[in-house]
């Protein structure tokens, strides 16, 4: 038996943790923004370094190539961060919506209860007798089915002592 407490608890639990899930998305999106931001950075050093390359220095090379290769490593790490920040999104949002159906289940099976509870005593009276009416014509429709089938069987006599009865009486009238 579920109370309403109970139902109410799994209410404010569903909805704490869709909040929770709600403040993770927007800290995902929060470092994305970081990330973008540290991109832009990174791009933007390496279009120095570039420029500088192109005047002439080959001492400062060496830099350029270390730089371009964080930028494609900070790029990586993006693209893998954002993918598993969508997967996690993905994650939250269907347990989301299995505890969400999870519950609705759960207060349409509890509804009808809930409802008998709210009844005044006449209708649960007449519930009650409803009950035993649908139990009494079980009870009358078997024995129909029966006293049908007997009647079968003895109209199945019948008609055979009538038979026998009329070929006796034909055997009389040759005789």
Same mark, same amino acid.
């Given at each position: ?11 404010? @639990?569903? =909805? ?8 993770? &998305? ?6 994305? *923004? ?10 933007? *050093?390496?279009?120095? =370094? ?13 830099? $350029? ?5 964080? $930028? ?28 969400? @159906? ?7 099976? @509890? ?17 009650? *007798?409803?009950? =035993?009416?649908?139990? *009494? #014509? ?12 007997? $009647? ?17 009486? &034909?055997?009389?009238?040759? #005789?």
């Amino acid at each position: 038996v579920v109370t309403r407490d109970d139902v109410e608890e799994s209410l404010k @639990e569903v =909805w704490q943790y869709v909040k929770d899930e709600e403040q993770l &998305l927007k800290d995902l999106h929060s470092q994305i *923004e970081e990330v973008d931001r540290r991109l832009l950075v990174k791009q933007a *050093e390496r279009d120095y =370094w570039l420029e500088y390359k192109n005047v002439g220095s080959k001492v400062d090379a060496e830099k $350029i190539m270390n730089l371009e290769k964080d $930028i494609k490593q900070v790029k990586d790490n993006h693209h893998r961060t954002a993918e598993y920040y969508r997967n996690t999104l993905k994650a939250a949002k269907e347990e989301k919506d299995r505890l969400i @159906e999870r519950h609705m289940k759960l207060c349409k099976e @509890e509804a009808p209860e809930k409802a008998v509870r709210y009844l005044d005593k006449n209708s649960c009276r007449e519930i009650r *007798e409803n009950e =035993w009416l649908k139990e *009494e #014509v079980k009870v009358y429709q078997k024995q129909v089915s029966d006293l049908k089938a007997s $009647i079968q069987l003895l109209e199945e006599e019948n008609i055979s002592l009538v038979t026998k009865l009329i070929d006796s009486r &034909l055997q009389n009238l040759r #005789v």
